[in-house]
């Protein structure tokens, strides 16, 4: 019993792994669509799909260390894992960190999502580099 308390700690003890953040919209008429990921080191990259099918292209366009952190704690503080995943549009908007995500009818963002998840996409989806 004393192994498996160990190795259940062991466990617990190892750091979480950090997972891209995207901001994005798709859907209409095309399919298509586009948004703004962040790796966990920082690199701010634009992805932009023509229409439904078409290939993803991925523009870098900076780093922003900074910027992950500060949105990572933010979703985290949140409760993205946890907070239900919204219904889709024509067009959808949404926000993913990993596996968990928020999803709405765009291509605005709705007063009742929450603050946190709000401010992060238009952050992520309106960042420039300086």
């Not at 700690?9 to 792994?17: D, T």
């Not at 023509?50 to 292209?57: K, M, T």
């Not at 549009?89 to 709405?104: D, K």
Request: proline share 9%.
């Amino acid at each position: 019993m004393r192994v498996i308390w160990a190795a259940i700690s062991v466990l617990l003890a190892l750091p979480v792994h950090a997972q891209p953040i995207t901001a994005w919209c798709a859907g209409g008429a095309t399919g298509g669509g586009g948004g703004t990921r962040i790796a966990p080191d920082g690199t701010v990259a634009r992805l932009v799909r023509a229409r439904a099918g078409a290939s993803e292209v991925v523009t870098p366009l900076g780093a922003d260390p900074a910027a992950y952190s500060r949105w990572h704690a933010a979703l985290a503080a949140a409760g993205l894992a946890n907070l239900p995943q919204g219904q889709p549009g024509n067009m959808t908007c949404g926000l993913s960190e990993g596996g968990a995500a928020m999803r709405w009818a765009g291509p605005g963002v709705p007063k009742a999502l929450p603050e946190p998840v709000a401010r992060v996409f238009r952050e992520l989806r309106g960042w420039r580099p300086e």
